[in-house]
């Protein structure tokens, strides 16, 4: 008889194409937790197919929505995957050796990622380890609208076998996501100071917070301070152009993605491109820009 059980939690919106594959290769676990944000498709359907436990909740930042998938798992580990990835029969098994070790609280995933049928072996893209499999009551993800984190307060550890991620069906799945994911990376942006052109502007200010405590008689405006005053609130980030051509210089070539051939460099590409719509996207929320159904003028 099993002494510690696995709960697998999965984060879906109109996932009908990716949901049957991915819960063929969970069937062994022993409860499933689908926290659908309200699919239009057939997604629901297909999950309550496979005997998944079903909980629906609007999405407000995966962070949050993870955590409350989660708190709905009855298990004392906890699997969380994506709809687009698989369990291979060789990680199930390694899986199942880990439940019983008591060493770790947590464990790494090694990530084979595709493309349509290419597998992106470089540019960064492999292994690209995921924390994945944890104890319920020692994991938690940051509360982030996107790109959130698993925090394991304890000991973790990495597994061998790979977890296998169909990422996009095509480059057009691609850009559809990309749209999806920029939009909410540039609201996440609002709340900092942003500094266009990196180190530009920040050299500027550097040196306008030192005049202004020198003048004020604050005889420890050393560089330290300085970092603190100026930097601190600011997201730091080579921005146009320079984040562009050192993301593709660093995927392409320091990361060899020219190795994975044509689809390294669309992939170097596309990914440097990201940065930029982000920041178009951010510079449009933040001064207003963007046009409503009533706001159209009349000439």
């Not at 609007?58 to 990835?85: H, P, Q």
């Not at 051509?245 to 995927?251: A, S």
Request: proline share 1%; hydrophobic share 40%; glycine share 6%.
């Amino acid at each position: 008889m099993k002494t510690n059980k696995l709960s697998v939690v999965i984060l879906t919106l109109n996932e009908e194409k990716n949901l049957s594959e991915c819960l063929k290769t969970i069937k062994w676990a022993d409860e499933v937790v689908i926290v659908d944000s309200f699919s239009t498709d057939k997604t629901v359907q297909i999950a309550k197919g496979f005997g998944c436990m079903v909980f629906q909740k609007k999405f407000d930042g995966f962070g949050r929505l993870k955590n409350y998938a989660i708190s709905k798992a009855k298990n004392t580990w906890v699997l969380n995957l994506d709809a687009d990835e698989r369990i291979s029969g060789e990680l199930r098994k390694e899986i199942e050796r880990a439940l019983e070790n008591t060493e770790f609280d947590g464990y790494y995933f090694p990530r084979k990622s595709y493309v349509g049928k290419k597998w992106l072996k470089h540019g960064g893209q492999y292994p690209s380890y995921q924390l994945r499999l944890f104890r319920k009551d020692k994991g938690r993800f940051e509360d982030a609208v996107i790109h959130e984190r698993m925090r394991v307060a304890g000991k973790t550890g990495y597994m061998k076998n790979n977890l296998i991620h169909y990422n996009f069906r095509s480059w057009s799945d691609y850009i559809m996501d990309m749209n999806r994911t920029t939009s909410l990376e540039a609201q996440m942006m609002l709340g900092k100071k942003f500094v266009w052109l990196y180190p530009f502007g920040k050299i500027r200010e550097f040196f306008r917070e030192y005049s202004r405590l020198r003048r004020n008689g604050n005889r420890r405006a050393t560089s330290y301070v300085l970092a603190r005053r100026v930097l601190m609130n600011y997201e730091i980030k080579w921005l146009l152009p320079f984040r562009f051509i050192t993301t593709f210089i660093r995927l392409y070539i320091l990361q060899q993605g020219f190795r994975d051939g044509f689809y390294g460099f669309v992939w170097a590409h596309f990914v440097s491109m990201h940065t930029l719509i982000k920041c178009y996207k951010y510079y449009e929320l933040r001064h207003g820009l963007i046009l409503e159904n009533d706001e159209r003028a009349i000439n």
